[in-house]
């Protein structure tokens, strides 16, 4: 028998001895689960480009919620469809406590105190350019959006929001919805800050989930360059500085490497969104039978906590929970 002082496989030998000596688990109460919310009663549309989720109306959507609360699931980030009649130049819409969003919102905290509510704040869902800021002269400005983003962040507030996640990437939001909040008496509503988040390809199922694409041109001059990783560290400082409780990286799968940059250069949670484009190969992949959905889906949450992500929001948060395991 050859001589071999080092034999790595003896720590994989059985289950027991591998669970044993594992670095990492995803657990449930890692996960956020995002949810589509739609005007009506009893309304339960499935989103063509990611099987298995449902633009949901307001009392369907508590229905899921319990469910998943049930599982273990306690955080949702829940997103508005709203009809294109009620987009306009400048969101109104978004601060309409009548509303779709903000008066189901206001019903989900009163019936759902307990679980935790994680809101969205950009321009996109609301706006008739479908852009996340104020267009002016077709240019995306930054400056004249801030206030725009901050009153709908007091605005979810007001209607039990327990996390605001600036999404639009523009300059300077987090500490201007910082301030906004805490001047208005929110000083306890957490901001976890879309920090790093990319000009990807992989949000088209969402666009189509929220018929939110833009009008005209694309979001390059406000989300980052994929090519890019300093560039996160630079976002991140800003964030961190300007008053951001959690840093989130979207979306995950293809920038593990920016999950692990952020996790090793700061101490704040990170989170990471597997996105509805990582989510929709999955399925589609699985439909075909070219390979096994749920342990690619496993091993796809596994990678995204390895990189340094204590918080994964994905669409696989409902069905992870139900399969019970705890990689």
Not at 38 to 45: A, I
Not at 125 to 147: F, M, Q, R
Not at 214 to 222: L, N, R, S, V
Not at 256 to 270: A, E, Q, S, Y
Request: aromatic share 8%; glycine share 6%.
């Amino acid at each position: 028998m050859t001589h071999l002082t080092h034999r790595p496989r003896r720590n994989r030998k059985n289950a027991s001895i591998r669970k044993m000596v594992q670095e990492n688990i995803v657990t449930v109460s890692d996960l956020i689960s995002p949810l589509f919310l739609t005007e009506g009663r009893n309304k339960k549309t499935e989103i063509n480009s990611m099987p298995g989720i449902y633009r949901l109306s307001q009392d369907l959507i508590l229905k899921e919620m319990e469910e998943c609360m049930k599982l273990g699931i306690t955080c949702f980030d829940i997103f508005p469809s709203i009809s294109d009649k009620l987009k306009t130049h400048n969101a109104r819409e978004a601060f309409n406590k009548k509303g779709l969003y903000l008066s189901s919102l206001a019903q989900i905290k009163k019936e759902l105190p307990e679980a935790v509510i994680m809101t969205d704040v950009a321009m996109d869902p609301y706006s008739s350019d479908g852009h996340d800021g104020l267009v002016k002269n077709g240019e995306i400005v930054n400056d004249e959006t801030l206030e725009i983003l901050a009153n709908m962040a007091v605005a979810q507030a007001e209607a039990g929001a327990d996390i605001i996640g600036p999404s639009d990437m523009m300059d300077g939001r987090v500490g201007f919805i910082r301030k906004a909040l805490d001047e208005n008496g929110f000083t306890n509503v957490s901001i976890m800050s879309y920090t790093a988040k990319y000009a990807s390809a992989f949000y088209g199922p969402f666009r189509d989930a929220l018929n939110s694409a833009p009008k005209f041109g694309d979001k390059k001059t406000y989300q980052m360059n994929p090519a890019n990783s300093k560039e996160a560290l630079l976002e991140a400082s800003l964030d961190m500085n300007e008053g951001a409780d959690f840093l989130m990286v979207k979306p995950a799968l293809s920038y593990l490497d920016v999950i692990k940059l952020l996790n090793d250069n700061f101490n704040l949670p990170i989170a990471a969104y597997n996105v509805s484009g990582e989510y929709a190969m999955v399925k589609a992949a699985a439909a075909k039978g070219w390979i096994d959905g749920n342990l690619v889906r496993d091993e796809i949450l596994l990678s995204i906590k390895r990189a340094g992500a204590s918080i994964i929001l994905t669409y696989f948060a409902k069905e992870f929970a139900k399969s019970k395991k705890q990689f």
